[in-house]
């Protein structure tokens, strides 16, 4: 399914974005949905992931407490609420799909199918 990514920017450390990543098909419900970053000289990461119906929800530890993830599937749409921002947040992040019914998983090779990225910067 294509996803695009949006929602990126200049943001100062504590400040917030919300970035929203929107599929076009009628099978966006039918999909795990991941959120992962990579900064500069780093491999891509696993930030965040959310089941198909919206009910499980994992991140990683750097970020539990700040961001949220959310899904709208009858917008076939979701998001990642990012609060608290610091510098090390710094990273372009990528929405991606998941057709495997096997849960949340966090590699990115696991994953089926990818957004273009937005760039979150967090300087002051």
């Known amino acids: 399914i294509p996803l695009q990514a949006s929602g990126g920017g200049l943001v100062q450390p504590r400040g917030y974005l919300r970035l929203s990543c929107a599929a076009s098909?009628?099978?966006?419900?039918?999909?795990?949905m991941g959120w992962f970053r990579q900064a500069p000289g780093k491999e891509r990461e696993f930030v965040s992931g959310?089941?198909?119906?919206?009910?499980?929800?994992s991140y990683v530890d750097s970020v539990k407490g700040r961001f949220t993830i959310s899904r709208d599937n009858a917008n076939n749409t979701v998001y990642l609420q990012v609060n608290n921002l610091k510098p090390e947040d710094t990273a372009v992040y990528y929405c991606?799909?998941?057709?495997?019914?096997?849960?949340?998983?966090?590699?990115?090779?696991?994953?089926?199918?990818w957004g273009q990225g937005t760039l979150v910067t967090v300087s002051s």
């Open positions: 991606a799909a998941d057709r495997s019914p096997l849960g949340i998983r966090v590699r990115d090779r696991e994953y089926d199918y």
């Open positions: 098909g009628r099978a966006f419900s039918i999909y795990n």
């Open positions: 959310i089941s198909w119906d919206g009910v499980r929800t």
